[in-house]
């Protein structure tokens, strides 16, 4: 069976490409893009072609862009192209040259297939319509189609494996992912090649591919040659392994499943973990990484995160945008201070924290030789002796209990706020300030005694609370 043979058959397993509906296909004017594009044209499905002009090579850019506007005569399609100024986006965004040209690719492919492009008058102005022929957005399908092959399928697991990112890494490239379809997954660059020389079909070779300065050309030009000495089938072995690896990953996601509904409890946009339920998992940091590394956190966090077991409470472990905090028998993923976290750490003196019931400001005073203790209950004179940070601000729950000013007793947080009067909906709003399991602040009520200012205190912390 022939390339043309193989994928007609290849494109069977996936109905949603149809014959009467324009495909967008990305094409560099490479070798792999070329194939694709007389494989398409040969099994007579309907395509646009779009090319991307990264500006990055000069007079190579150039003509890689005329030469993929000259095959929309060649196969009758309308081309695509749009120019990027790739080096400014890098710089801008401060990512590497690869990351900005596949941000900038794949943002304008969504755009085209979403029917979003040209987005403004300027943009309808740049020369990109090759052809007479308009798209009919109607007709246009909702994938992209790139020309992966199985070459750069095994690159990208082997520079997986060698970055650690885990099982789902393995898999390589997948053959649809959100709205890119890649249908070459199936054959080899070898191939690629061979179709091309026998259909006489020309193709150009950007130069940035022969160098050894990009991490896949690197695997390809150096490692893959050294490994295959070795390993002769190398690329059959890596590809029968692929296979199994993209199915053990279905048992691998059905078994984390499985745990995390065991394990989480979602309460608003906070994720709570019972901690004794946590230590008993195994394998306790693999279920810990799943459940972490959507919120920010990587395998580096992971000692630090499993720590917080044995923890006091009032320790965190902070990703850029959640925290994870240890309060009592709990796990507490939220997010970094926000008006909708429900716990939210107070790090230091000095600080103004925003919060869903309103704002504290928190200070030290040294000298207070003249300092009243205010009366008011929206603030809060405490001996900073007793105070040690992270304190926890939070909404106050059943079974919570303090000292109330000038009381030796203890006393339950919802017979206090019972006693004060405090409708239904407005013990729902009240918040307390923590301190290593103990209540040093019902904001805006009373203060623990065990707090309080003494004639041997000597610095006070002060909060102040103004409500919404």
């Given at each position: 069976?022939?390339?043309?043979?193989?994928?007609?058959?290849?494109?069977?397993?996936?109905?949603?490409?149809?014959?009467?509906?324009?495909?967008?296909?990305?094409?560099?004017?490479?070798?792999?893009?070329?194939?694709?594009?007389?494989?398409?044209?040969?099994?007579?499905?309907?395509?646009?072609?779009?090319?991307?002009?990264?500006?990055?090579?000069?007079?190579?850019?150039?003509?890689?862009?005329?030469?993929?506007?000259?095959?929309?005569?060649?196969?009758?399609?309308?081309?695509?192209?749009?120019?990027?100024?790739?080096?400014?986006?890098?710089?801008?965004?401060?990512?590497?040259?690869?990351?900005?040209?596949?941000?900038?690719?794949?943002?304008?492919?969504?755009?085209?297939?979403?029917?979003?492009?040209?987005?403004?008058?300027?943009?309808?102005?740049?020369?990109?319509?090759?052809?007479?022929?308009?798209?009919?957005?109607?007709?246009?399908?909702?994938?992209?189609?790139?020309?992966?092959?199985?070459?750069?399928?095994?690159?990208?697991?082997?520079?997986?494996?060698?970055?650690?990112?885990?099982?789902?890494?393995?898999?390589?490239?997948?053959?649809?992912?959100?709205?890119?379809?890649?249908?070459?997954?199936?054959?080899?660059?070898?191939?690629?090649?061979?179709?091309?020389?026998?259909?006489?079909?020309?193709?150009?070779?950007?130069?940035?591919?022969?160098?050894?300065?990009?991490?896949?050309?690197?695997?390809?030009?150096?490692?893959?040659?050294?490994?295959?000495?070795?390993?002769?089938?190398?690329?059959?072995?890596?590809?029968?392994?692929?296979?199994?690896?993209?199915?053990?990953?279905?048992?691998?996601k059905q078994s984390v499943e499985q745990h995390k509904q065991k394990l989480l409890e979602v309460k608003g946009n906070e994720v709570h973990i019972p901690v004794l339920k946590l230590?008993?998992?195994?394998?306790?940091?693999?279920?810990?990484?799943?459940?972490?590394?959507?919120?920010?956190?990587?395998?580096?966090?992971?000692?630090?995160?499993?720590?917080?077991?044995?923890?006091?409470?009032?320790?965190?472990?902070?990703?850029?945008?959640?925290?994870?905090?240890?309060?009592?028998?709990?796990?507490?993923?939220?997010?970094?201070?926000?008006?909708?976290?429900?716990?939210?750490?107070?790090?230091?003196?000095?600080?103004?924290?925003?919060?869903?019931?309103?704002?504290?400001?928190?200070?030290?005073?040294?000298?207070?030789?003249?300092?009243?203790?205010?009366s008011a209950n929206n603030a809060a004179a405490l001996d900073v002796a007793e105070i040690t940070f992270p304190l926890l601000l939070r909404k106050w729950k059943q079974g919570d209990?303090?000292?109330?000013?000038?009381?030796?007793?203890?006393?339950?947080?919802?017979?206090?706020?019972?006693?004060?009067?405090?409708?239904?909906?407005?013990?729902?709003?009240?918040?307390?300030?923590?301190?290593?399991?103990?209540?040093?602040?019902?904001?805006?009520?009373?203060?623990?005694?065990?707090?309080?200012?003494?004639?041997?205190?000597?610095n006070v912390l002060i909060i102040t609370f103004r409500g919404i």
């Amino acid at each position: 069976m022939n390339l043309h043979e193989r994928f007609l058959q290849h494109l069977q397993q996936f109905p949603f490409i149809q014959k009467q509906q324009k495909q967008l296909v990305a094409v560099s004017g490479g070798v792999d893009s070329i194939v694709l594009c007389d494989l398409m044209y040969k099994t007579a499905y309907d395509f646009v072609i779009a090319h991307c002009n990264f500006q990055l090579r000069e007079a190579e850019s150039e003509r890689d862009e005329q030469f993929v506007r000259n095959l929309g005569d060649k196969y009758g399609k309308e081309v695509l192209v749009r120019r990027f100024d790739t080096k400014k986006y890098a710089a801008v965004n401060k990512v590497s040259i690869q990351v900005a040209a596949r941000e900038l690719r794949y943002e304008w492919f969504r755009a085209i297939v979403n029917g979003q492009w040209p987005m403004n008058k300027q943009e309808e102005k740049l020369p990109v319509h090759h052809s007479p022929f308009t798209i009919h957005h109607s007709q246009l399908s909702t994938y992209i189609l790139t020309a992966h092959h199985a070459n750069d399928n095994i690159e990208t697991t082997l520079m997986n494996f060698f970055k650690g990112t885990g099982i789902s890494g393995l898999h390589g490239i997948l053959p649809v992912q959100g709205k890119i379809f890649r249908p070459l997954l199936f054959a080899k660059k070898e191939e690629l090649l061979a179709y091309s020389s026998e259909n006489n079909l020309p193709f150009v070779e950007d130069s940035s591919n022969l160098s050894d300065k990009y991490t896949r050309n690197f695997f390809r030009h150096k490692l893959f040659p050294l490994l295959k000495e070795v390993y002769p089938n190398l690329e059959d072995n890596l590809l029968h392994n692929i296979e199994r690896f993209t199915e053990v990953e279905i048992l691998y996601k059905q078994s984390v499943e499985q745990h995390k509904q065991k394990l989480l409890e979602v309460k608003g946009n906070e994720v709570h973990i019972p901690v004794l339920k946590l230590k008993k998992t195994n394998p306790l940091t693999t279920v810990v990484y799943e459940i972490v590394k959507d919120f920010g956190f990587t395998a580096n966090h992971l000692p630090d995160i499993i720590n917080l077991l044995d923890s006091e409470t009032g320790k965190y472990v902070s990703s850029g945008s959640h925290r994870i905090i240890k309060n009592r028998s709990w796990l507490i993923i939220s997010p970094l201070q926000t008006m909708q976290a429900a716990n939210i750490l107070i790090e230091a003196t000095g600080e103004n924290v925003t919060f869903a019931g309103g704002e504290l400001q928190v200070k030290t005073m040294t000298n207070f030789a003249d300092f009243k203790i205010p009366s008011a209950n929206n603030a809060a004179a405490l001996d900073v002796a007793e105070i040690t940070f992270p304190l926890l601000l939070r909404k106050w729950k059943q079974g919570d209990y303090f000292y109330p000013l000038g009381m030796k007793k203890k006393k339950k947080v919802s017979r206090f706020l019972s006693d004060q009067k405090l409708s239904k909906t407005d013990k729902e709003k009240v918040w307390v300030v923590e301190m290593n399991k103990k209540i040093a602040w019902i904001v805006g009520q009373r203060i623990d005694d065990r707090f309080k200012i003494k004639p041997s205190s000597i610095n006070v912390l002060i909060i102040t609370f103004r409500g919404i």
